[in-house]
Nanobody, 122 residues
Framework: QVQLVQSGGRLVQIGDSLRLSCTTS????????MGWFRQLPQKEREFVAS????????FYGGSVKGRFAISRDNAKNTVYLQMNSLKSGDRTVYYC???????????????WGRGTQVTVAS
């Protein structure tokens, strides 16, 4: 029933900006915190950012704070991740996820997108 469809991942150069999108269906979008996570080399998922259902509160992981920005458009059932000043260390797979309540832990998110690859040229 629930789908999170991601888009926006592509090859970019160091210092570039990129915006990822995640469009949902099958859920009441405004009821969910939305989050972005990314794959770590050790197969763990790192918290990147999250945003409350209304968009009034947002949170960021320390590795991206000041460079990335999360936002959402509830009319479009879509959450975005604006990535600026991209570094080689940002190269990985990014996942969007939905949680029924506020959370910064991947284990608390109920639904996940399939991920999108962001490649930052070295």
């Amino acid at each position: 029933q629930v789908q999170l469809v991601q888009s926006g991942g592509r090859l970019v150069q160091i210092g570039d900006s990129l915006r990822l999108s995640c469009t949902t269906s099958g859920l009441v979008f405004s009821d969910y915190y939305m989050g972005w996570f990314r794959q770590l080399p050790q197969k763990e998922r790192e918290f990147v950012a999250s945003i409350s259902g209304s968009g009034g509160n947002s949170f960021y992981g320390g590795s991206v704070k000041g460079r990335f920005a999360i936002s959402r458009d509830n009319a479009k059932n879509t959450v975005y991740l604006q990535m600026n000043s991209l570094k080689s260390g940002d190269r990985t797979v990014y996942y969007c996820a939905a949680a029924g309540n506020g959370s910064n832990s991947s284990t608390d998110f109920d639904y996940w997108g399939r991920g999108t690859q962001v490649t930052v040229a070295s």
